[in-house]
């Protein structure tokens, strides 16, 4: 696990992730800013209580309103994009560290579309439900936080890496099987979740992260015996 982890973050800003880093970051951008935009322009058919200083008040809690969705905003925005890159970032993890095990299928482009927006859709979810206990319940609230997202991202980073080598019944039992580990590895992505700005390389990071820990069970199995499916 620790090794998975170093490993992930020495690659990280190497070239191609950098590349793919800078790509989905600026699509971000332009959906972010185009719904910023979309957001201060609707603002303006608030209708006014007649009372200026009230009204000046209103206007700004209104525009700070929009800032802070799209604060929020950033990470399931860049979700978004990154399975239109999610195949190449586990390409470039095996061209690295795993070149002879390579998966031998390669992931379309509206397949990562819909696992992307299936986990995207599955963690705002559960995060807009869980978010209540992170401020009523402080300490015990965010390790629920902890808990609840590191059992979601551990599922479908792993499941978004496993679609290069199994079929979707084997990705299943696989997961079943080395249940533990997983939650384990998506805690460790819901940990740099919990981090302010860091938390917008979660997809990227998460995905090549899972790359590794799925060859590290694939190895495990290997060793005693268990054959794919």
């Not at 890159?85 to 379309?108: L, M, S």
């Not at 978004?160 to 079929?167: I, P, W, Y």
């Not at 940990?191 to 820990?213: D, E, K, R, Y």
Request: charge should be neutral; aromatic fraction near 10%.
């Amino acid at each position: 696990m620790i090794g998975a982890f170093t490993k992930t973050l020495s690659q990280i800003f190497s070239g191609p992730f950098r590349s793919i880093l800078w790509r989905s970051l600026g699509m971000t951008l332009l959906l972010l800013v185009t719904i910023g935009a979309a957001g201060l322009w609707g603002t303006q058919f608030i209708p006014d209580v007649g009372i200026g200083w009230a009204d000046t008040i209103i206007d700004i809690l209104v525009d700070a309103a929009v800032v802070v969705g799209l604060i929020f905003l950033v990470v399931p925005v860049t979700a978004i994009f990154i399975p239109l890159f999610q195949d190449e970032v586990a390409e470039a993890v095996e061209d690295r560290h795993f070149p002879a095990r390579k998966g031998p299928r390669e992931q379309g482009v509206l397949e990562g579309i819909g696992l992307g927006l299936r986990a995207l859709v599955i963690l705002l979810v559960v995060n807009l439900a869980a978010l209540p206990l992170v401020f009523l319940l402080p300490g015990f609230g965010f390790v629920i936080f902890l808990v609840v997202n590191g059992f979601l991202l551990g599922r479908e980073f792993f499941e978004a890496a496993a679609v290069r080598h199994f079929a979707p019944g084997d990705i299943k039992a696989l997961r079943q099987r080395h249940s533990g580990r997983i939650f384990l590895a998506g805690l460790v992505v819901a940990g740099v979740l919990a981090i302010p700005f860091i938390n917008i390389l979660v997809p990227l990071f998460g995905t090549a992260f899972m790359v590794h820990i799925l060859h590290g069970i694939m190895q495990r199995d290997d060793k005693r015996g268990m054959t794919r499916g």
